[in-house]
T-cell receptor
Framework: DGGITQSPKYLFRKEGQNVTLSCEQN?????MYWYRQDPGQGLRLIYY???????QKGDIAEGYSVSREKKESFPLTVTSAQKNPTAFYLCASSPGPSSGNTIYFGEGSWLTVV | AQSVTQLGSHVSVSEGALVLLRCNYS??????LFWYVQYPNQGLQLLLK??????LVKGINGFEAEFKKSETSFHLTKPSAHMSDAAEYFC??????????????FGTGTLLAVQP
Protein backbone atom coordinates (compact mmCIF):
# COMPACT_ATOMS: atom_id res chain seq x y z
CA ASP A 1 0.00 0.00 0.00
CA GLY A 2 1.11 3.55 -0.67
CA GLY A 3 1.88 5.71 2.28
CA ILE A 4 4.34 7.43 4.56
CA THR A 5 6.32 5.32 7.00
CA GLN A 6 7.97 6.78 10.04
CA SER A 7 10.32 4.87 12.31
CA PRO A 8 10.84 4.27 15.10
CA LYS A 9 7.48 4.95 16.72
CA TYR A 10 9.14 5.53 20.09
CA LEU A 11 12.69 6.72 20.67
CA PHE A 12 14.59 7.66 23.78
CA ARG A 13 17.54 10.01 23.71
CA LYS A 14 20.16 10.61 26.32
CA GLU A 15 21.47 14.07 26.97
CA GLY A 16 24.09 15.06 24.41
CA GLN A 17 23.11 12.42 21.89
CA ASN A 18 22.10 12.89 18.28
CA VAL A 19 19.22 10.76 17.05
CA THR A 20 17.74 10.28 13.60
CA LEU A 21 14.08 9.78 12.74
CA SER A 22 13.35 7.98 9.51
CA CYS A 23 10.66 8.98 7.00
CA GLU A 24 9.99 7.08 3.78
CA GLN A 25 7.18 7.63 1.27
CA ASN A 26 6.17 5.60 -1.76
CA UNK A 27 3.59 8.08 -3.04
CA UNK A 28 5.99 9.62 -5.57
CA UNK A 29 5.45 13.01 -3.92
CA UNK A 30 7.92 15.77 -4.66
CA UNK A 31 7.61 17.70 -1.39
CA MET A 32 8.30 16.41 2.10
CA TYR A 33 8.00 18.06 5.51
CA TRP A 34 8.86 17.61 9.16
CA TYR A 35 6.60 19.03 11.86
CA ARG A 36 6.94 19.06 15.61
CA GLN A 37 3.83 18.80 17.79
CA ASP A 38 3.66 19.91 21.41
CA PRO A 39 0.48 19.94 23.49
CA GLY A 40 -1.49 23.14 23.03
CA GLN A 41 0.83 24.50 20.34
CA GLY A 42 -0.42 22.81 17.22
CA LEU A 43 2.09 21.86 14.56
CA ARG A 44 5.27 23.77 13.91
CA LEU A 45 7.31 23.34 10.74
CA ILE A 46 10.92 22.26 11.21
CA TYR A 47 12.20 21.69 7.67
CA TYR A 48 10.75 21.09 4.25
CA UNK A 49 12.03 19.93 0.89
CA UNK A 50 10.47 20.60 -2.50
CA UNK A 51 12.93 18.54 -4.51
CA UNK A 52 15.79 16.10 -4.12
CA UNK A 53 19.05 17.60 -2.82
CA UNK A 54 17.29 20.78 -1.72
CA UNK A 55 15.61 21.75 1.56
CA GLN A 56 14.65 24.89 3.50
CA LYS A 57 14.37 25.79 7.15
CA GLY A 58 10.95 26.10 8.64
CA ASP A 59 9.95 28.06 11.72
CA ILE A 60 11.91 26.07 14.31
CA ALA A 61 14.94 24.60 12.51
CA GLU A 62 17.52 25.28 15.23
CA GLY A 63 18.94 22.06 16.65
CA TYR A 64 17.69 19.94 13.74
CA SER A 65 19.18 18.80 10.43
CA VAL A 66 17.81 16.97 7.40
CA SER A 67 18.92 15.46 4.11
CA ARG A 68 17.08 14.68 0.89
CA GLU A 69 19.32 12.38 -1.12
CA LYS A 70 16.42 10.38 -2.53
CA LYS A 71 12.91 11.43 -3.50
CA GLU A 72 11.32 8.90 -1.19
CA SER A 73 13.42 9.59 1.92
CA PHE A 74 13.66 12.61 4.25
CA PRO A 75 15.36 11.73 7.56
CA LEU A 76 15.43 14.17 10.46
CA THR A 77 18.34 14.35 12.89
CA VAL A 78 17.72 15.83 16.29
CA THR A 79 21.07 17.11 17.48
CA SER A 80 22.36 17.75 20.96
CA ALA A 81 21.91 21.46 20.23
CA GLN A 82 18.12 21.01 20.49
CA LYS A 83 17.57 21.75 24.17
CA ASN A 84 14.00 20.57 24.47
CA PRO A 85 13.55 17.74 21.99
CA THR A 86 10.83 15.78 23.78
CA ALA A 87 7.85 15.94 21.39
CA PHE A 88 5.80 14.13 18.80
CA TYR A 89 7.37 14.41 15.34
CA LEU A 90 5.31 14.17 12.17
CA CYS A 91 6.61 13.61 8.67
CA ALA A 92 4.44 14.58 5.73
CA SER A 93 4.54 14.69 1.95
CA SER A 94 2.67 16.48 -0.82
CA PRO A 95 2.27 16.18 -4.57
CA GLY A 96 2.50 19.98 -4.66
CA PRO A 97 0.34 22.74 -6.16
CA SER A 98 -1.60 20.34 -8.40
CA SER A 99 -3.32 19.01 -5.27
CA GLY A 100 -3.95 22.43 -3.77
CA ASN A 101 -0.86 21.85 -1.62
CA THR A 102 -2.59 19.03 0.24
CA ILE A 103 -0.20 17.24 2.56
CA TYR A 104 -0.43 13.71 3.87
CA PHE A 105 1.01 12.59 7.18
CA GLY A 106 2.82 9.60 8.57
CA GLU A 107 1.86 8.05 11.90
CA GLY A 108 4.40 10.06 13.88
CA SER A 109 7.34 9.33 16.16
CA TRP A 110 7.62 10.04 19.87
CA LEU A 111 11.00 11.27 21.05
CA THR A 112 11.71 11.42 24.77
CA VAL A 113 14.86 12.65 26.48
CA VAL A 114 15.94 10.49 29.41
CA ALA B 1 1.35 36.61 6.43
CA GLN B 2 -1.24 33.88 6.43
CA SER B 3 -2.73 32.78 9.71
CA VAL B 4 -5.57 30.63 10.96
CA THR B 5 -7.48 30.84 14.23
CA GLN B 6 -9.49 28.08 15.80
CA LEU B 7 -11.93 29.34 18.39
CA GLY B 8 -12.22 27.02 21.35
CA SER B 9 -9.41 24.66 22.25
CA HIS B 10 -11.94 22.25 23.79
CA VAL B 11 -15.46 21.52 22.61
CA SER B 12 -17.81 19.04 24.25
CA VAL B 13 -21.05 17.76 22.70
CA SER B 14 -23.49 15.00 23.47
CA GLU B 15 -23.75 12.00 21.22
CA GLY B 16 -26.26 12.80 18.46
CA ALA B 17 -25.85 16.56 18.81
CA LEU B 18 -24.57 18.98 16.20
CA VAL B 19 -20.82 19.41 15.97
CA LEU B 20 -19.54 22.89 15.10
CA LEU B 21 -15.81 23.61 15.13
CA ARG B 22 -14.81 27.14 14.18
CA CYS B 23 -11.97 28.27 11.96
CA ASN B 24 -11.17 31.76 10.69
CA TYR B 25 -8.34 32.63 8.38
CA SER B 26 -6.39 35.72 7.52
CA UNK B 27 -5.45 36.08 3.87
CA UNK B 28 -5.59 38.79 1.24
CA UNK B 29 -6.96 36.37 -1.36
CA UNK B 30 -9.09 33.24 -0.92
CA UNK B 31 -6.66 30.54 0.10
CA UNK B 32 -6.75 26.79 0.07
CA LEU B 33 -8.33 25.54 3.31
CA PHE B 34 -8.16 22.18 5.03
CA TRP B 35 -9.49 20.28 8.01
CA TYR B 36 -7.51 17.42 9.48
CA VAL B 37 -8.38 15.02 12.30
CA GLN B 38 -5.93 13.43 14.72
CA TYR B 39 -6.73 10.46 16.92
CA PRO B 40 -4.55 9.85 19.97
CA ASN B 41 -0.98 8.84 19.22
CA GLN B 42 -1.51 8.97 15.45
CA GLY B 43 -0.73 11.21 12.51
CA LEU B 44 -3.17 13.67 10.97
CA GLN B 45 -5.79 12.47 8.50
CA LEU B 46 -7.30 14.74 5.86
CA LEU B 47 -11.03 15.27 6.47
CA LEU B 48 -11.77 17.69 3.65
CA LYS B 49 -10.34 20.57 1.68
CA UNK B 50 -11.51 23.68 -0.16
CA UNK B 51 -9.53 24.40 -3.29
CA UNK B 52 -12.04 25.54 -5.92
CA UNK B 53 -15.45 27.00 -6.65
CA UNK B 54 -17.71 24.80 -4.54
CA UNK B 55 -18.03 26.60 -1.23
CA LEU B 56 -19.70 23.72 0.60
CA VAL B 57 -17.24 20.89 0.89
CA LYS B 58 -18.15 17.39 1.99
CA GLY B 59 -15.58 15.19 3.63
CA ILE B 60 -15.22 11.81 5.22
CA ASN B 61 -17.14 10.53 8.25
CA GLY B 62 -20.12 12.80 7.57
CA PHE B 63 -18.27 16.08 8.10
CA GLU B 64 -18.65 19.13 5.91
CA ALA B 65 -17.37 22.70 5.88
CA GLU B 66 -18.50 25.88 4.22
CA PHE B 67 -16.15 28.50 2.87
CA LYS B 68 -17.51 31.99 3.57
CA LYS B 69 -15.37 34.67 2.03
CA SER B 70 -17.30 37.53 3.63
CA GLU B 71 -16.65 36.09 7.09
CA THR B 72 -13.18 34.67 6.29
CA SER B 73 -14.39 31.44 7.85
CA PHE B 74 -14.28 27.72 7.17
CA HIS B 75 -16.23 26.13 10.02
CA LEU B 76 -16.50 22.35 10.28
CA THR B 77 -19.86 20.76 11.01
CA LYS B 78 -21.47 17.39 11.45
CA PRO B 79 -25.23 17.03 12.04
CA SER B 80 -25.00 14.21 14.58
CA ALA B 81 -21.95 13.44 16.72
CA HIS B 82 -20.79 9.90 17.24
CA MET B 83 -18.54 8.65 20.01
CA SER B 84 -15.90 7.81 17.41
CA ASP B 85 -15.67 11.51 16.46
CA ALA B 86 -13.79 12.25 19.69
CA ALA B 87 -10.41 13.48 18.49
CA GLU B 88 -8.41 16.65 17.87
CA TYR B 89 -9.25 18.68 14.79
CA PHE B 90 -6.91 21.04 12.98
CA CYS B 91 -7.75 23.75 10.48
CA UNK B 92 -5.01 24.70 8.02
CA UNK B 93 -4.50 27.30 5.30
CA UNK B 94 -2.24 27.53 2.27
CA UNK B 95 -1.71 30.37 -0.14
CA UNK B 96 -3.45 29.78 -3.49
CA UNK B 97 -0.64 31.43 -5.37
CA UNK B 98 3.08 31.01 -5.06
CA UNK B 99 3.53 27.56 -6.49
CA UNK B 100 5.78 24.97 -5.00
CA UNK B 101 7.02 27.14 -2.15
CA UNK B 102 3.68 27.13 -0.40
CA UNK B 103 3.30 25.50 2.96
CA UNK B 104 0.34 24.73 5.19
CA UNK B 105 -0.14 26.88 8.26
CA PHE B 106 -2.00 25.06 11.02
CA GLY B 107 -4.26 26.30 13.77
CA THR B 108 -3.66 25.24 17.35
CA GLY B 109 -6.33 22.56 17.23
CA THR B 110 -9.70 21.88 18.86
CA LEU B 111 -10.15 18.84 21.05
CA LEU B 112 -13.63 17.40 20.57
CA ALA B 113 -15.15 15.36 23.37
CA VAL B 114 -18.37 13.42 22.80
CA GLN B 115 -20.45 12.60 25.87
CA PRO B 116 -22.72 9.55 25.90
Amino acid sequence: DGGITQSPKYLFRKEGQNVTLSCEQNLNHDAMYWYRQDPGQGLRLIYYSQIVNDFQKGDIAEGYSVSREKKESFPLTVTSAQKNPTAFYLCASSPGPSSGNTIYFGEGSWLTVV
Amino acid sequence: AQSVTQLGSHVSVSEGALVLLRCNYSSSVPPYLFWYVQYPNQGLQLLLKYTSAATLVKGINGFEAEFKKSETSFHLTKPSAHMSDAAEYFCAVSDRYGGATNKLIFGTGTLLAVQP
